[in-house]
T-cell receptor, first 112, second 117 residues
Framework: DAGVTQSPTHLIKTRGQQVTLRCSPK?????VSWYQQALGQGPQFIFQ???????QRGNFPDRFSGHQFPNYSSELNVNALLLGDSALYLC???????????FGPGTRLTVL | AQKVTQAQTEISVVEKEDVTLDCVYETRDTTYYLFWYKQPPSGELVFLIR??????QNEISGRYSWNFQKSTSSFNFTITASQVVDSAVYFCALSEVEGTGANNLFFGTGTRLTVIP
C-alpha cells in the first residue's frame, strides 16, 4: 500500500517564476493538506482540500493556490516566487473524519 | 488562537539515557487532538501518537511514553534507553476537532535530539 507521494523531490526556481508541486494521497484517503516548512522551523499550514474544494486556509497570500482532482490527488501552485518561498513543502493526506494525517517526503523548493 | 511551544531547541544525550521532550500548548477549544511527529534527516514526518483531549491516560509504546496533563496544558514525550536511531527533530502539534473531523495541524518549532553513541 503506497503512502503519500510527492513530486518533484527537489526544485530550483528564480524569483518571479511560477511553480507547481504535486501530491498523491495514501490509498483510501480523501483529504489533502499542504504545509510549508522553512529551515529550522515547524511546518505551517497552507490549505486543505476535500471534495475538490479548499476547505481551510492558513495565513498565506493568494500567490499560493491549489487544486484537488477527482482521484484525490492535489497540486500546489505558487506564483511570483520570492526568495522567502524557499522551503520544504509537505503534503499530508487523511480521511475527512479522522484527525490523523500522513505526510509525504516533501518537495524542497529553492528560489534564487 | 492555537499555539504550541517546545522550549527545548536542542538536546544531546548519551546512548541508553532517558530523555524527555517538553510540549506546552494553548487553545480555547474544549475538544482537540495532540500529536507527536518525528522528522529524521530524510525530511518525512513520521507519525508517533495522537491523543484526544478527553483522554488523559498516559500511553506507553515500547521505549516511548507520553504524559498528557490537561491541568498544565502539557503533552510531554519520553524516550527510555535512547538509541542512535532516535536522533531526529521531534515536533509536537495540535489540531482542532470540528464536526467534520480532520483539521489543520499547528506545529511547535521542534526539538532536535542527538543521541551520542
Amino acid at each position: 500500500d503506497a503512502g503519500v507521494t510527492q513530486s518533484p523531490t527537489h526544485l530550483i526556481k528564480t524569483r518571479g517564476q511560477q511553480v507547481t508541486l504535486r501530491c498523491s494521497p495514501k490509498s483510501g484517503h480523501d483529504t489533502v493538506s499542504w504545509y510549508q516548512q522553512a529551515l529550522g522551523q515547524g511546518p505551517q499550514f497552507i490549505f486543505q482540500y476535500y471534495e475538490e474544494e479548499e476547505r481551510q486556509r492558513g495565513n498565506f497570500p493568494d500567490r499560493f493556490s491549489g487544486h484537488q482532482f477527482p482521484n484525490y490527488s492535489s497540486e500546489l501552485n505558487v506564483n511570483a516566487l520570492l526568495l522567502g518561498d524557499s522551503a520544504l513543502y509537505l503534503c499530508a493526506s487523511s480521511l475527512i473524519r479522522s484527525g490523523e494525517q500522513f505526510f509525504g517526503p516533501g518537495t524542497r523548493l529553492t528560489v534564487l | 488562537a492555537q499555539k504550541v511551544t517546545q522550549a527545548q531547541t536542542e538536546i544531546s544525550v548519551v546512548e541508553k539515557e532517558d530523555v524527555t521532550l517538553d510540549c506546552v500548548y494553548e487553545t480555547r477549544d474544549t475538544t482537540y487532538y495532540l500529536f507527536w511527529y518525528k522528522q529524521p534527516p530524510s525530511g518525512e514526518l513520521v507519525f508517533l501518537i495522537r491523543r484526544n483531549s478527553f483522554d488523559e491516560q498516559n500511553e506507553i509504546s515500547g521505549r516511548y511514553s507520553w504524559n498528557f496533563q490537561k491541568s498544565t496544558s502539557s503533552f510531554n514525550f519520553t524516550i527510555t534507553a535512547s538509541q542512535v536511531v532516535d536522533s531526529a527533530v521531534y515536533f509536537c502539534a495540535l489540531s482542532e476537532v470540528e464536526g467534520t473531523g480532520a483539521n489543520n495541524l499547528f506545529f511547535g518549532t521542534g526539538t532536535r535530539l542527538t543521541v551520542i553513541p
